[in-house]
């Protein structure tokens, strides 16, 4: 009951408060991007060649590919062989020893409120910390592993776990699948691993922080999320990166796989820098995200929060294959200042009886641009197909855009699909309601967007709604009045 | 407590508030009737400071200070509140972080700290009995979906949760139903301790059975022109307004009745 107010305790004027950088020695890739760079960084990660020859027929099909024109905003110019793919900090911690993890690196993350260390250690959430392009310190993994549950870097999966990881990589996401994921495949460096066995229940949070800290790179992390009969976990992300005049690329890849009576909950907490307020600087988020709904009875719910970013692009969708599955997208874009977002949802009908509900809460300030673009397909052989979907979008001042682009594609008579959109502005008298109670016009927008926002909010896990909530009002500072 | 003088405001261009005068002590119940249009609501915008509404003479001061110079917010924090005759609906808000967050604000200019989350409850409790309010309306959230009454009422328990020094209730009676208005009159005359005032915008005496002004007046276009006791509003039922309307042109006349 207090968030709302602890909201707006901590509202400051702060413009992005982690825009910090680390100094500390990294071992970073020769500028460029061939062949040669793939063998390199699969080398330093020490790869069966399986996994090596796999990211070559990535990095050939990468080259073969064209950038996307169909977005709704202009497409940057990004000279990949300017930068690098790889940057580590040069001092290698140890695995499964968070004392040997630089201190300079336990300060970073404790400042960005992810502390590492056993004493400090949020308690019921698990999290594996990546920085730049490696994964520095995953939290409770002995704990975790008594359940059998693995989670870990990437990295140590593909030594520890490689047949796990050869069973399932790639296998929701293609490298062909896009040029993002394409360019991924080829030079993901870290990211997380989770495999949950049958029949466990994830006793806590797992969360993967990503940092990106050195210039000149990109970040390219891939994650894989197993989650095998009748087990449940659910998975939040969260990422930050230090305030640059130039862009930086981040192109992740997301894979879930849920088997039969498998849920998985996955969320996101996109905070990367977003640019100044003339647009520039900032991250590129260019994500592939994406689910399946393996087994029959399977749920895959997918939350975010993008704040950050100065382009954000992504798709988080399902492929409901298995029948009676369910597949969710909630949503809360928002974008300020110079800002984009082209984000939305694909949900796949292939089983029968399948389900999907898709809430996106757009809200643009500033010169801000928003779009939802969400396609909902029906397949001949998914009988009693039903979606929900509700697009809303909220506009504070008269600069911003708001746009939609809801695609329906129906092969089976017997699919049920709604679609809901509104769009609406922040009221004078709203705020005049408001002020006349005693409460300033920041802090009443405020309250207004999270009252918005509130049925995504929602579906975050208790520790990080809160901090959405914050961060959303945070985001906001200086784009009302 | 409230000393308006000379007050002039207009809206688009337009003179709505044509010099008007009302001094309110501590304590006192007035009332303001008047017909559609001859700005009651104006006034209550004008005094807490609505963005559209532009002061183009006279003044209001508020306990000493010059309630026009502030923002919305910090005149609330003083102490002046409105009910408005349009509660409007913000979703998604709960009603009790809403106020909870007003509350703090409101301690917060007077330099007291947040209010415990224990202390708070309680008080929330005691105003829900108080006011005969129905629990589940405050936890919903702030005005969504209430029917008409239903706003009226909320906006009667934020006015008793926040305890403001001077009320401004407009048309809080129209849209209650006739148990309703018992309550809720009942309500503001428990909330009433001798120190703080209330401002009673209605267009029916039946109200003023209930909560009996120590003063009632008349606003037409614009000015007060004619101020009495309670028996006033009996001869305005009575007669309507159109006997004052022919001599509302002498408005010297109407300012010596005033109540000093
Ligand atoms: N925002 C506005 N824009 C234009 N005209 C306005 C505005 N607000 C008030 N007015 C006009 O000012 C005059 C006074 O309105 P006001 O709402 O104060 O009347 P009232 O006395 O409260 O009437 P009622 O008894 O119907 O509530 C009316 O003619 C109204 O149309
Ligand atoms: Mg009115």
């Known amino acids: 009951m207090s968030t709302d107010l602890d909201i707006l305790k901590d509202v400051s004027t702060e413009e992005y408060k982690y825009g910090f950088t680390t100094n500390i020695e990294m071992e970073m890739a020769p500028i460029g991007l061939n062949e040669d760079t793939v063998r390199y960084i699969s080398a330093k990660k020490n790869e069966p060649e399986w996994l090596l020859e796999w990211r070559l027929k990535a990095y050939r099909q990468f080259e073969k590919m064209e950038w996307p024109s169909w977005q709704n905003f202009e497409m940057p110019s990004m000279d990949l062989q300017s930068i690098s793919f790889y940057a580590a900090p040069r001092k290698k911690a140890k695995l499964n020893s968070l004392e040997e993890v630089d201190p300079e690196l336990l300060a970073t993350f404790e400042k960005l409120g992810i502390p590492l260390t056993e004493q400090k250690m949020l308690a019921g959430v698990a999290v594996d910390a990546v920085f730049d392009s490696v994964s520095v310190a995953t939290t409770f993994k002995g704990k975790l592993k008594e359940m059998g549950v693995i989670f870990c870097s990437f990295g140590e999966a593909v030594q520890e776990y490689p047949d796990l990881v050869k069973k399932f990589l790639g296998t929701v996401v293609p490298h062909t699948d896009n040029i993002f994921a394409a360019l991924n495949a080829a030079v993901f460096s870290d990211g997380s691993f989770v495999y949950i066995p049958k029949g466990v229940r994830c006793p806590m949070e797992l969360s993967t922080y990503f940092r990106i800290n050195a210039e000149n790179t990109g970040q390219f992390e891939r994650t894989l999320i197993v989650a095998d009969d009748d087990s449940y976990v659910s998975y939040l992300e969260g990422c930050t990166a230090p305030m640059r005049d130039e862009n930086q690329l981040h192109a992740a890849v997301v894979e879930l796989i849920a088997l039969e009576n498998a849920e998985i909950k996955y969320s996101t907490v996109q905070n990367w820098y977003p640019g100044d307020k003339d647009g520039k600087g900032g991250i590129y988020n260019f994500v592939t995200k994406r689910g399946i709904c393996k087994g029959v009875n399977s749920k895959i719910s997918w939350t975010q929060v993008e704040t950050g970013s100065a382009i954000t692009w992504k798709y988080p969708s399902v492929i409901l294959r298995g029948d009676n599955s369910t597949g969710e997208f909630y949503s809360v874009a928002l974008t300020k200042n110079k800002q984009v977002a082209d984000t939305g949802t694909k949900m796949y009908h292939i089983g029968k009886n399948t389900r999907s509900r898709i809430i996106s809460k757009g809200i643009s300030a500033g010169e801000g641009q928003n779009s939802y673009r969400g396609l909902v397909q029906v397949g001949s052989g998914a009988d009693n197909a039903r979606n929900f979907t509700q697009c809303d979008s909220l506009l504070i001042g008269d600069q911003c855009g708001a746009h939609t682009f809801p695609y329906i594609e129906s092969k089976n008579n017997s699919a049920m699909v709604e679609h809901e959109a509104t769009t609406s502005k922040i009221g004078e008298d709203q705020i005049f309601y408001l002020n006349q109670r005693g409460i300033d016009t920041e802090k009443a927008v405020a309250l207004i967007v999270n009252g918005y926002a509130k049925e995504v909010l929602n579906q975050l896990p208790m520790e990080f709604a809160v901090e959405a909530q914050k961060l959303l009002a945070i985001s906001l500072e200086g784009s009302v009045g | ?260």
């Open chain 2, 1 to 260: 407590m409230l000393s308006i003088k000379n007050l002039k405001a207009s809206v688009e261009g337009k003179e709505i508030l044509k010099g008007l005068n009302l001094e309110v002590n501590a304590g006192e119940v007035h009332a303001i009737m008047g017909p559609n249009g001859s700005g009651k609501s104006t006034l209550a915008s004008v005094l807490t400071g609505k963005e559209a509404y532009d002061v183009t003479g006279g003044q209001a001061l508020f306990e000493g200070k010059d309630l026009l110079d502030l923002s919305p917010e910090d005149r609330a924090r003083e102490g002046v509140f409105l009910a408005f005759q349009y509660p409007v609906e913000i979703p998604g808000v709960s009603n009790i972080n809403f106020l909870k967050t007003a509350l703090n604000e409101i301690r917060a200019y007077k330099g007291l700290p947040n209010l415990e989350a224990k202390e708070f409850l309680k008080l929330l409790k005691e105003k829900q009995k108080l006011l005969e309010f129905d629990a589940a309306l405050a936890n919903r959230s702030l005005n969504e979906g209430f029917s008409g009454g239903e706003k009226k009422r909320n906006e009667i328990f934020q006015l008793a949760m926040l305890d403001p020094k001077l009320a401004i209730l407009d048309e809080t009676d129209s849209g209650l139903d006739i148990d309703a208005l018992r309550i809720v009159s009942r309500g503001v005359n428990k909330l009433r301790n001798g120190k703080n005032s209330f401002i009673i915008i209605t267009h029916y005496q039946r109200l003023l059975e209930y909560i009996v002004p120590d003063f009632v007046h008349v606003l037409y276009k614009g000015q007060i022109v004619k101020s009495g006791t309670k028996e006033l509003a009996l001869e305005l039922e009575e007669k309507g307004y159109d006997w004052l309307k022919e001599d509302s042109h002498e408005t010297e006349a109407a300012e010596i009745l005033l109540p000093r």
